[in-house]
Nanobody, 121 residues
Framework: QVHLVESGGGTVQTGGSLRLSCVVS????????LGWFRQAPGKERQFVAA???????SYSDSVKGRFTISRDNAKNTVYLQMNSLKPEDTAVYYC???????????????WGQGTQVTVSA
């Protein structure tokens, strides 16, 4: 199982920016897809963004145009640049990895512990 460690969370005002990082214990070129998910209190975990080892990226409609996912295979790291943050973006953000493609958006085989992002009004 791959070990993932997120960092970069914190508290920011509405309209601000944060960049999350996720360091992966395995060479990321071996990982088919890296993703970011989030979970707000009392809500189910929600897909945010994902990037395959090629150049394909995908985003949820709620973050499209504001968030950017990128992966640096040389550093075994995936990033999530979050701009124009809103209070509804407040959640714990999780990094995830999977080695094979799947039609199930949430079928990732390894998960990090999460990092808190709080956006104040």
């Amino acid at each position: 199982q791959v070990h993932l460690v997120e960092s970069g969370g914190g508290t920011v005002q509405t309209g601000g920016s944060l960049r999350l990082s996720c360091v992966v214990s395995e060479r990321t070129f071996k990982i088919y897809e890296l993703g970011w998910f989030r979970q707000a209190p009392g809500k189910e975990r929600q897909f945010v963004a994902a990037a395959t080892w090629g150049t394909t990226t995908s985003y949820s409609d709620s973050v499209k145009g504001r968030f950017t996912i990128s992966r640096d295979n040389a550093k075994n790291t995936v990033y999530l640049q979050m701009n124009s943050l809103k209070p509804e973006d407040t959640a714990v953000y999780y990094c995830a990895a999977r080695h094979v493609p799947s039609n199930d958006l949430y079928a990732f085989d390894s998960w990090g512990q999460g990092t808190q992002v709080t956006v104040s009004a």
